[in-house]
């Protein structure tokens, strides 16, 4: 696609479902980055996969946290028994990676989110 | 775990004055970037400055990095209503894992 795509853009939950976020990266990204956002705040790094590497989930908040990457492309963040600290705007990016020079090219191209409200 | 931390955190200025916001990270990195994000949802790349490199610019926008300080600064000149917005810098590692600070947000008065 022309850009990176996240569904579903809203996601009203009750407390204690499981919820599957997906995004699509831009075709050829080896490079996907999962961010939450809550209200007025900074980018919480989540997880970021790269290539066939073992992916970094250091920003991973819980073990009811996952996310996994299918053939390179599309990913899925899983929040298991959701609650209402949950409740932020989920963002992914992919990037095309390359090293020119020891110099990594890591522009990010964002999707408009996934708002998610746990009630 | 987060990087960066920007100052100001909040900012308004008159249309036609210059906007200048910094910030500041632990770490070694391999680049520095800035984004902007419209309306609390996906963000745009708008710069990226390397670690070898000290000054950059782009359009209205110039960008400065002091490693020894661990440091940046994103100057926006002469500007809009239209640069109403949130602007983050964002590490990038040698593993091209990439760290975002609390950003700024920059409100221009027409």
């Known amino acids: 696609g022309a850009g990176v795509s996240q569904s579903p853009s809203n996601k009203v939950t009750e407390k204690g479902k499981d919820v599957e976020l997906r995004c699509d990266p831009i075709?050829?990204?080896?490079?996907l980055y999962w961010y939450r956002q809550s209200l007025g705040q900074g980018l919480e790094f989540l997880i970021y996969?790269?290539?066939?590497?073992?992916?970094?989930k250091s920003g991973l908040p819980s073990d009811r946290f996952s996310a996994e990457r299918t053939g390179g492309s599309v990913s899925t963040l899983t929040i298991q028994r959701t609650q209402q600290e949950d409740s932020a705007v989920y963002l992914c990016?992919?990037?095309?990676?390359?090293?020119?020079?020891?110099?990594?090219?890591?522009?990010?191209?964002f999707g408009q989110g996934t708002r998610l409200t746990v009630v | 775990s987060q990087q960066g931390e920007e100052d100001p955190q909040a900012l308004s200025i008159q249309e036609g004055e210059n906007a200048t916001m910094n910030c500041s990270y632990k770490?070694?990195?391999?680049?520095l970037q800035w984004y902007r994000q419209n309306s609390g949802r996906g963000l745009v790349h708008l710069i990226l400055?390397?670690?070898?490199?000290r000054e950059k610019h782009s359009g209205r926008l110039r960008v400065t990095l002091d490693t020894s300080k661990k440091s940046s600064s994103l100057l926006i000149t002469a500007s809009r209503a239209a640069d109403t917005a949130s602007y983050f810098c964002?590490?990038?590692?040698?593993?091209?894992?990439?760290?975002f600070g609390q950003g700024t947000t920059l409100q221009v008065k027409p």
């Open positions: 990016a992919s990037s095309l990676e390359g090293v020119l020079g020891g110099v990594r090219n890591t522009e990010a191209f």
């Open positions: 075709s050829g990204h080896t490079a």
């Open positions: 996969f790269q290539g066939n590497s073992a992916p970094d």
């Open positions: 770490t070694s990195i391999n680049n």
């Open positions: 400055i390397r670690s070898n490199e």
């Open positions: 964002a590490t990038a590692s040698n593993t091209g894992k990439l760290i």
